[in-house]
Structures are given as C-alpha cells and as structure tokens.
C-alpha cells in the first residue's frame, strides 16, 4: 500500500512563531495533496491543498511547499496562534483514495 | 458549503450489538464517501469507499461483512459495525468528495465515538 509519513511527531513552538510541519510521500504518481488540521474529539478540517502541478500555494497565514524530486511536503503556520493547537496531517490522493500520514501535534506556547 | 454531518456522536453500547452510524453530505452532493478509523493518536486509517448505487470498496484486512455500508443516495452513506465487539471500540469519521475522480479535497463529520462495553 501507500504510506505518507511525518518526520516529526510534536512541535512545540511559541505563540507569534512560524511553524513548519514536514511529510514525505511514497508514491510518485500522486497528484493531490491535502493538509488538515484536527481538533480533539473532532473531524479534520480542511486548511489548504495542492496539485503536483505546483510547488507553492499560499492561504491566510498558511502555505504548502511541494518538492515532487524528494516526495516532500511541508506546511508553513505564520505567526501561529493558541488557536493553531491541534493535530495536522498532511494526505496524499492516489487512486481515488486518500491515505493519511501519521500526523503531528503541534502545542503553541504562549 | 461543504458540510456533512455524522450521527450519532457518541454510542456506548453491549458487546454484541450492531450499531448504525449515518453520514450526510448537507449542501452538496456526494457520488463518493469514504470511512475512516481512527485509535487515540494515531492517524486515519481508510476503511472503505462507499459509491452511491454501487457496492463499497473495502481496504485489505477489512471485513465487510463486518462492517456494512449502503450508500443508497447521494447524501446519505451509512456504516454498520454488526456485533459489536469491545475490539470495535474506536472513533469513526466519514467524509464526502464534491468530485469524482477529479481533485477536490474531503470534507469530514464530526466523528463518532463508539465504546463497546
């Protein structure tokens, strides 16, 4: 199967920091991908997503890098907030299916 | 847009009860939905993809007489954990796809918290 996994398992980082939540992929072929954050007792939530048409897309006080050479994806929080504490998991779209990676918690200190 | 909402929230129920859990999609329709697992800190893990009209596709090591899908309309999927048993125990997530095979996230419920006793 496919597997999309994280380097890091926590981050913590000060409140008014950027945060940078990385993952990497294993299949190629994948064309979609998706981070979402995840609050306890809740669904995921949708923050932002890209094609592998591109290496870059920018939100609100987020962006998504995409490196397809390494099979890398990271998610950038600027100035994070209390209210960025959550899980984040990054999902790679293959075969009309999405498979998650194994998320990261990220703690914002204030 | 894009909500879709999961009942019920919470079930605590018998060893050897079956339990049905509905996933809506309430502003959009759904051809494709899809039921995740998740255990404490760990991540989603897919179970299956449910089709509307059409069987459900389940992941390896899944049983599907297990756990029975229907999606028989295009905001309505809903899983059914037969006989339950304590090793059921886990927080179940549904999501909906606006699209088909073209790429547009998930949109998830909130989730159900099932506790087998």
């Known amino acids: 199967g496919e597997s999309v996994g994280l380097h890091l398992p926590t981050l913590s980082v000060q409140e008014g920091d950027n945060s940078i939540i990385n993952c990497a992929y294993s299949?190629?072929?994948?064309?979609?991908f998706i981070w979402y954050k995840q609050e306890s007792g809740k669904g995921p939530q949708f923050i932002i997503d890209i094609r592998s048409n591109m290496d870059k897309r920018q939100g609100q006080r987020v962006t998504v890098l995409l490196n397809k050479t390494v099979k890398h994806l990271s998610l950038q929080i600027a100035a994070t907030q209390p209210g960025d504490s959550a899980v984040y998991f990054c999902?790679?779209?293959?075969?009309?299916?999405?498979?998650f990676g194994s998320g990261t918690k990220l703690n914002v200190k204030p | 847009g894009a909500v879709v909402s999961q009942h019920p929230s919470r079930v605590i129920c018998k060893s050897g009860t079956s339990v049905k859990i509905e996933c809506r999609s309430l502003d959009f329709q759904a051809t494709t939905m899809f039921w995740y697992r998740q255990f404490p800190k760990q991540s989603l893990m897919l179970m299956a993809t449910s089709n509307e009209g059409s069987k459900a596709t389940y992941e390896q090591g899944v049983e599907k007489d297990k756990f029975l899908i229907n999606h028989a309309s295009l905001t309505l999927s809903t899983l059914t954990v037969t006989s339950a048993h304590p090793e059921d125990s886990s927080f179940y997530i549904c999501s909906a796809m606006l699209g088909g095979s073209s790429n547009q996230p998930q949109h998830f419920g909130d989730g159900t918290r099932l506790s087998i006793l």
């Open positions: 999902a790679e779209k293959g075969f009309n299916k999405f498979y």
């Open positions: 299949n190629s072929a994948s064309d979609y």
